[in-house]
């Protein structure tokens, strides 16, 4: 399965798109964000199909990745998903290293598939950082598949939370769209997966919560999803 920022997103968005253009309104569809975002600045980095292994730049901080997703079957029933992510972000604060890992294990039985580990990502930075970070699937709600973490430096934290609202629109979609980062109850920084490239909203990168928000964006928005 390829990542939820390199595909077109399913279900949720197709409807909430035809809402939309009932509506005579066409226009390329993005996540709601909230309130406390509206007046920072929409950085976008990467390019379609950006593949395995390659770099890029973010608003002029060179970023460079290595990833893979993997899969191990067993009789047809039991299967394991791994996905690797390793990037080096070239940040302010010098070169800020992240290795990644995101799981997943499956049971098929006949048409039904069902989720024994749910979904899973875990990263440790090293270098200009010293961080954690995991995440993972909560309850499925209303058709969504949430997930939720935590980001931690030091005594520096953040939540971590998928977003399943498009801009404009009351449908929530199935998959998230993106990925929110919360600093006690306030959205301090986003990460929009609903277009062809993620875009980026979060605080100057030069202090150490513009460093947390994009060491967490990058993470998310790179990994795979296990094939």
């Given amino acids: ?14 409807a909430a798109a035809l809402a939309l253009s009932a509506c005579g309104v066409v226009r390329e569809a993005r996540m709601a964000q909230p309130a406390s975002l509206a007046a920072v600045a929409d950085e976008s980095f990467g390019k379609p199909g ?25 009789f047809d029933t039991l299967a394991t998903g791994k996905a690797p992510l390793r990037y080096t972000w ?19 039985r006949g048409v039904m ?5 749910p979904w899973t990502l875990t990263c440790r930075w090293s270098g200009a950082s010293d961080a954690t970070m ?3 699937e909560g309850r499925v ?22 977003v399943h609202r498009l801009e404009g629109s009351g449908i929530a979609t199935a998959s998230a769209v993106g990925y929110e980062f919360l600093q006690g109850d306030r959205v301090v920084g986003s990460v929009d997966l609903s277009r062809g490239v993620p875009h980026l909203r979060r605080p100057d990168p030069a202090s150490p919560l513009g460093q947390a928000v994009t ?11 296990p094939a």
């Fill in 50 to 74: 950006w593949g395995r292994q390659g770099d890029f730049a973010l608003s002029g901080q060179r970023v460079r990745y290595d990833r893979g997703a993997d899969r191990l079957s067993l």
């Fill in 141 to 162: 709600q209303w058709g969504q598949q949430t997930r939720e973490g935590r980001y931690q430096r030091g005594d520096l934290a953040l939540a971590v939370r998928s």
């Fill in 113 to 117: 598939t069902v989720a024994t580990k």
């Fill in 90 to 108: 070239s940040g302010p604060a010098g070169d800020s290293q992240a290795e990644c890992t995101a799981r997943q294990t499956e049971v098929s």
């Fill in 134 to 136: 995991t995440v993972g």
């Fill in 1 to 14: 399965m390829q990542a939820i920022n390199e595909w077109a997103l399913r279900g949720g968005v197709v």
């Fill in 215 to 225: 060491e967490a964006a990058l993470a998310v928005a790179l990994v795979w999803e």
